[in-house]
T-cell receptor
């Protein structure tokens, strides 16, 4: 159980275009979803936290108008990179947590990630 | 907020030997410490976690120890195998009661056959 999917797995786009990434919890209700960005050989950097039905909370330095997050249901969150530029090229990973009992109360289940390349 | 330091950044061991990775944290109220394994281009996967009410947890060849006084926790892998080669990340809650995690910078473990 506790599977998170992410789509697409990779995307190549031209500079100035927008890209939408979907994150889905397949077998549980995700009360909270997290979006991370990971540059090569670096750690996971939290970009934003979203709770279903409310606005996302962005980390310092992350532009909310550039990285639009929508968490419209308990199983789906989307990240839209607007007007993408080459410096936005990175590995974007979502994770989700839900009410899965005390044992998994804090656990985050990660999606497989999306490799974004902006030309 | 929480500050997590992870050492070493790289670790090479011979197959069959043990590997130890250590993390320190700053917030004494932190109560949940997971370890993730990430293979190249793949998602991080939880391999073991520990809560602050216990000092050690073991799952086959993997164990985690927690020293709340010194504010550090360590991952121990015994009888290492080539498939253990990956990047390992420790994490701790951003702040007490938060579900957000702060990750260490990672340790690249290489197990030499």
């Amino acid at each position: 159980g506790a599977v998170v999917s992410q789509h697409p797995s990779w995307v190549i786009c031209k500079s100035g275009t927008s890209v939408k990434i979907e994150c889905r919890s397949l077998d549980f209700q995700a009360t909270t979803m997290f979006w991370y960005r990971q540059f090569p050989k670096q750690s996971l950097m939290l970009m934003a936290t979203s709770n279903e039905g409310s606005k996302a909370t962005y980390e310092q330095g992350v532009e909310k108008d550039k990285f639009l997050i929508n968490h419209a249901s308990l199983t789906l969150s989307t990240l839209t990179v607007t007007s993408a530029h080459p410096e936005d090229s990175s590995f974007y990973i979502c994770s989700a947590r839900g009410d899965l009992g005390l044992a998994a109360h804090n656990e985050q289940f990660f999606g497989p990630g999306t490799r974004l390349t902006v030309l | 907020g929480e500050n997590v330091e992870q050492h070493p950044s790289t670790l090479s061991v011979q197959e069959g030997d043990s590997a130890v990775i250590k993390c320190t944290y700053s917030d004494s109220a932190s109560n949940y410490f997971p370890w993730y394994k990430q293979e190249l281009g793949k998602r991080p996967q939880l391999i073991i976690d520990i809560r602050s009410n216990v000092g050690e947890k073991k799952d086959q060849r993997i164990a985690v120890t927690l020293n709340k006084t010194a504010k550090h926790f360590s991952l121990h892998i015994t009888e290492t195998q080539p498939e253990d080669s990956a990047v390992y990340f420790c994490a701790a809650p951003r702040r007490a009661g938060s579900y957000q995690l702060t990750f260490g910078k990672g340790t690249k473990l290489s197990v030499i056959p």
